[in-house]
């Protein structure tokens, strides 16, 4: 169970979709959040987002991206994780708490903000 900052409402992923390899694929975003430090997994409030095999065809080869979760969560402790079924060729790098003005936030490639030095 994370303990997030509270005063953000959004909870986002920090994703590469490499290559779709099934198109019986899809990505489960689940969440479970409370307010107490101490709690029952009966007293975990639960929700799933899920992207289908359309929308994850939307993301491959993008490269990293944030993608946020169309659902605001106010709880002090967050447990997020990810479900995938099929094939998918997939990296995560992190979830945060915070509000992007887009669902999908495209992250440059740090060697595309770098000068070129040659020697």
Not at 41 to 60: C, I, Q, R, T, W
């Amino acid at each position: 169970m994370l303990y997030l900052q509270q005063g953000y409402t959004g909870i986002i992923w920090k994703i590469n979709v490499n290559e779709i390899l099934n198109k019986d694929c899809f990505i489960k975003f689940i969440i479970k959040s409370t307010n107490f430090e101490q709690y029952k997994n009966s007293e975990l409030k639960h929700y799933e987002h899920m992207l289908k095999y359309e929308d994850v065809l939307k993301l491959e080869g993008l490269g990293w991206i944030e993608y946020q979760l169309p659902k605001n969560v106010g709880e002090l402790y967050v447990q997020p994780s990810i479900e995938i079924n099929g094939s998918v060729n997939m990296q995560i790098d992190y979830a945060r708490r915070g509000c992007n003005e887009e669902e999908i936030t495209y992250i440059p490639n740090i060697g595309d903000l770098l000068p070129n030095f040659y020697i």
